[in-house]
């Protein structure tokens, strides 16, 4: 096969071979990116290949101009057929692309069909060129020519740059300087090259114009999502060291130093709480309102995250502030209630369950305001639930009075308080922990320690829910009082 090459022609073979691999390397350096977006990555990716394609049948064609034979003259139809449609479906996914970007608040669903009218119409205006040779024709020594109407091949394309550039126009504070400029560059550039080219047959300047705005579009726009990959990093590194820090403050507002009160035999007392989150919206508090009076708080803030920690840290201060002026735990509730509806925008809500113990006596007069009911083992006994009276969430309805209600605790008696995250936490089929296997975990070995009762109610949480998420905070205390029996 021999192929009669002038010089210009040379010169468009290795343009357009260089093309190709230039774009080549774009494709593949598209498919390895890691910052790119599945979206993103996948639109690059289709329009290098549409440029590869468009291309590579110009690379073709050049190759076989002038070749004799009727296998070549019809070959020659097929590859110049679909470089002319892979034009129409590069200029069909550039306007897509910039609808994108720009999204317009009214027309868009109007734009999209046009464009794809536009595309139909240029695949229907080449199908009726390849059999009436108005677009383009071989003569019969299979030389290529254009014939009268070749301008009707770019007619389509012309009208998608037409409103590129309407929407670039209407809407330039969509996208960045950088980004506005290389589409323009993308979409003129190509332009004055089919000008030119219209009426000239020497280098092929619509393929050179192509390729080097295509590949210098795709660098920046890949550059500006690298730029703000780079500061989402950072933003999301400053946000992690941010709930680090509010994960430590929170825990620093727990007690979490044990054993709690060493120089009091009368009882002792262990608590946890694992977030969900980062940070959690449960909490649990002890603290000697006086010498003889130990006050308990389990509470559950509505919601997770920051917001519930705010408002958690915000409900412990009041909560702790109240008893501490030696009030009934019902007062203390009643009053919380109150300072908490007098400024509550975002309704939210917590529900707490508090008590106080004498120790001299044993008496634990208690209030619960919608929190779970408390577990109570007697001295000689198992736990089992105290089916307590509730009261209405803190928070969620100004004006709520709390009652309260006493239990005797004997010197070998346990309590156990907890949160929603334990009978609600989780395994993979959607099952509910419960309060019964908890009542079961509980009483697995009731003669140890309160450190010891929550690890093994955690312990039997854990193998429950196995590899399935935490949704929720799970927290729990336990109280061990021991009475006189410490003086013996």
Same mark, same amino acid.
């Given at each position: 096969?021999?192929?009669?090459?002038? %010089?210009?022609?040379?010169?468009?073979?290795?343009?357009?071979?260089?093309?190709?691999?230039?774009?080549?390397?774009?494709?593949?350096?598209?498919? #390895?990116?890691?910052?790119?977006?599945? /979206?993103?990555?996948?639109?690059?990716?289709?329009?290098?290949?549409?440029?590869?394609?468009? %291309? #590579?049948?110009?690379? *073709?064609?050049?190759?076989?101009?002038?070749?004799?034979?009727?296998?070549?003259?019809?070959?020659?139809?097929?590859?110049?057929?679909?470089?002319?449609?892979?034009?129409?479906?590069?200029?069909?996914?550039?306007?897509?692309?910039?609808?994108?970007?720009?999204?317009?608040?009214?027309?868009?669903?109007?734009?999209?069909?046009?464009?794809?009218?536009?595309?139909?119409?240029?695949?229907?205006?080449?199908?009726?060129?390849?059999?009436?040779?108005?677009?383009?024709?071989?003569?019969? *020594?299979?030389?290529?020519?254009? #014939?009268?109407?070749?301008?009707?091949?770019?007619?389509?394309?012309?009208?998608?740059?037409?409103?590129?550039?309407?929407?670039?126009?209407?809407?330039?504070?969509?996208? @960045?300087?950088?980004?506005?400029?290389?589409?323009?560059?993308?979409? %003129?550039?190509?332009?004055?090259?089919?000008?030119?080219?219209?009426?000239?047959?020497?280098?092929?300047?619509?393929?050179?114009?192509?390729?080097?705005?295509?590949?210098? +579009?795709? @660098?920046?726009?890949?550059?500006?999502?690298?730029?703000?990959?780079? /500061?989402?990093?950072?933003? #999301?590194?400053?946000?992690?060291?941010?709930?680090?820090?509010?994960?430590?403050?929170?825990?620093?507002?727990?007690?979490?130093?044990?054993?709690?009160?060493?120089?009091?035999? &009368?009882?002792?007392?262990?608590?946890?709480?694992?977030?969900?989150?980062?940070?959690?919206?449960?909490?649990?508090?002890?603290?000697?309102?006086?010498?003889?009076?130990?006050?308990?708080?389990?509470?559950?803030?509505?919601?997770?995250?920051?917001? *519930?920690?705010?408002?958690?840290?915000?409900? /412990? %201060?009041?909560?702790?502030?109240?008893? +501490?002026?030696?009030?009934?735990?019902?007062?203390?509730?009643?009053?919380?209630?109150?300072?908490?509806?007098?400024?509550?925008?975002?309704?939210?809500?917590?529900?707490?369950?508090?008590?106080?113990?004498?120790?001299?006596?044993?008496?634990?007069?208690?209030?619960?305001?919608?929190?779970?009911?408390?577990?109570? /083992?007697?001295?000689?006994?198992?736990?089992?639930?105290?089916?307590?009276?509730?009261?209405?969430?803190?928070?969620?309805?100004?004006?709520?009075?709390?009652? &309260?209600?006493?239990?005797?605790?004997?010197?070998?008696?346990?309590?156990?308080?907890?949160?929603?995250?334990?009978?609600?936490?989780?395994?993979?089929?959607?099952?509910?922990?419960?309060?019964?296997?908890?009542?079961?975990?509980?009483? &697995?070995?009731? @003669?140890?320690?309160?450190?010891?009762?929550?690890?093994?109610?955690?312990?039997?949480?854990? *193998?429950?829910?196995?590899?399935?998420?935490?949704?929720?905070?799970?927290?729990?205390?336990?109280?061990?009082?021991?009475?006189?029996?410490?003086?013996?």
């Amino acid at each position: 096969m021999i192929t009669n090459l002038s %010089i210009i022609d040379l010169i468009n073979c290795l343009f357009i071979a260089a093309g190709i691999g230039i774009c080549w390397l774009c494709f593949l350096q598209i498919s #390895s990116s890691q910052h790119l977006e599945k /979206k993103v990555q996948l639109y690059f990716q289709l329009f290098f290949l549409l440029i590869l394609l468009y %291309i #590579s049948t110009h690379l *073709a064609r050049q190759l076989m101009d002038g070749l004799p034979g009727e296998g070549w003259r019809v070959a020659l139809y097929a590859v110049t057929f679909v470089e002319i449609l892979a034009a129409g479906f590069m200029a069909h996914m550039m306007s897509l692309l910039i609808l994108s970007v720009t999204k317009p608040k009214h027309a868009t669903r109007a734009i999209f069909i046009t464009l794809f009218v536009l595309l139909c119409t240029h695949a229907a205006i080449l199908i009726v060129g390849l059999f009436t040779d108005c677009i383009y024709h071989f003569d019969e *020594a299979n030389v290529y020519h254009r #014939s009268s109407g070749y301008l009707l091949s770019n007619l389509c394309p012309l009208a998608m740059l037409a409103i590129d550039i309407v929407l670039l126009v209407r809407h330039p504070k969509c996208v @960045s300087r950088r980004v506005l400029i290389a589409f323009w560059i993308y979409m %003129i550039a190509p332009v004055i090259a089919i000008v030119i080219q219209s009426f000239s047959y020497g280098i092929q300047f619509i393929i050179i114009a192509t390729v080097c705005s295509a590949v210098y +579009m795709f @660098s920046v726009i890949v550059r500006s999502l690298n730029d703000r990959y780079a /500061k989402q990093q950072v933003e #999301s590194s400053r946000i992690e060291t941010e709930l680090n820090m509010a994960s430590s403050i929170q825990a620093d507002m727990l007690p979490s130093i044990y054993p709690a009160f060493p120089d009091r035999p &009368e009882f002792d007392i262990y608590a946890t709480m694992d977030p969900a989150k980062e940070v959690g919206g449960d909490f649990y508090e002890f603290f000697l309102v006086d010498d003889d009076h130990l006050c308990m708080v389990m509470a559950d803030v509505s919601g997770k995250g920051v917001p *519930a920690a705010l408002f958690m840290m915000a409900s /412990k %201060i009041i909560l702790a502030n109240n008893a +501490m002026l030696g009030k009934s735990p019902a007062q203390i509730l009643t009053d919380t209630n109150a300072a908490i509806c007098s400024n509550n925008r975002e309704e939210m809500f917590v529900t707490v369950w508090l008590g106080i113990l004498e120790l001299s006596t044993g008496k634990l007069t208690a209030a619960n305001a919608g929190h779970e009911y408390p577990v109570l /083992k007697k001295a000689d006994g198992r736990f089992e639930l105290v089916k307590d009276k509730h009261g209405f969430v803190i928070g969620g309805m100004n004006g709520m009075k709390y009652k &309260e209600y006493e239990l005797q605790l004997e010197p070998g008696s346990k309590l156990f308080l907890y949160t929603d995250g334990v009978p609600e936490a989780t395994d993979a089929a959607q099952e509910l922990f419960g309060t019964d296997r908890m009542l079961a975990a509980l009483n &697995e070995n009731t @003669s140890v320690d309160p450190e010891a009762i929550l690890k093994q109610v955690r312990r039997a949480v854990d *193998a429950f829910v196995e590899d399935a998420p935490q949704f929720d905070d799970l927290t729990m205390l336990c109280l061990e009082y021991r009475g006189d029996v410490a003086h013996a």
